[in-house]
């Protein structure tokens, strides 16, 4: 069974600063690896995600996550923190090779960024 | 449209009744599923449709929860007899085949039962 989980309920960082966000995952095979983002009032939106191509994806708005197989890991970073980045993220996993084409959603992590 | 679209945004009504959601894909997408999120909580898959067809409802919570798909478009999430524990925000999302593409969600319909 595939499962998600991210560290930390909430993360604060200040404006310009690096943003870290961690998300473990736990599947039987190599797995389709998602992080979406979710703004105040508005529905989620992806951010990228990670088929089983190159271990390092870079997504939108600056954001990049690594693939680490030996860690199950999918962090999401980005190198400089704008205001604009505060919002909801969420990390997903699916594992089709599994069966299991239904994408599990991790409890998120409120990005909090201060002036 | 261009994108998927929930209604009613938001949705207030008396413990006991019934409530019908309605979720409109992205034209073209196969594959439509239902989440609901819960104040604090992350997303919860409820039910998924490939074409007219749920091959997977695993993640209904009860035999008051269905769901339809017509056409194979717009998609009817419907809650019988409504508890407050069944308030919270109901997302639907579409892909063009599976997850593996990219799903688009709506914006969601808020649901409160009183």
């Known amino acids: 069974a595939q499962s998600v989980t991210q560290l930390g309920s909430h993360v604060s960082v200040s404006e310009g600063a690096l943003v870290l966000l961690r998300c473990n995952y736990s599947s039987s095979v190599p797995p389709y690896l998602f992080w979406y983002v979710q703004y105040p009032n508005q529905g989620l939106q992806l951010l990228l995600k990670y088929t089983s191509a190159a271990t390092l994806v870079k997504g939108i708005n600056g954001f990049e996550a690594e693939f680490k197989k030996s860690e199950t890991s999918f962090h999401l970073t980005k190198p400089s923190a704008h205001m604009s980045d505060a919002a909801e993220y969420f990390c997903?996993?699916?594992?089709?090779?599994?069966?299991?084409?239904?994408?599990?959603f991790g409890r998120g992590t409120s990005l909090i960024v201060h002036p | 449209g261009a994108g998927v679209s929930q209604s009613p945004s938001n949705k207030v009504t008396e413990k006991g009744k019934d409530v019908e959601l309605r979720c409109d894909p992205i034209s073209g997408h196969t594959a439509l599923y239902w989440y609901r999120q819960s104040l604090g909580q992350g997303l919860e898959f409820l039910i998924y449709?490939?074409?007219?067809?749920?091959?997977?409802k695993s993640g209904l919570p009860s035999d008051r929860f269905s769901a339809e798909r017509t056409g194979g478009s717009v998609s009817t999430l419907t809650i019988q007899r409504t508890q407050q524990e069944d308030s919270a925000v109901y997302l639907c999302?579409?892909?063009?085949?599976?997850?593996?593409?990219?799903?688009?969600f709506g914006q969601g319909t808020r649901l409160t039962v009183v």
């Open positions: 999302a579409s892909s063009f085949q599976g997850f593996e593409t990219e799903a688009f």
């Open positions: 449709f490939q074409g007219n067809s749920a091959p997977d």
């Open positions: 997903a996993v699916s594992d089709p090779a599994g069966g299991s084409y239904i994408p599990t």
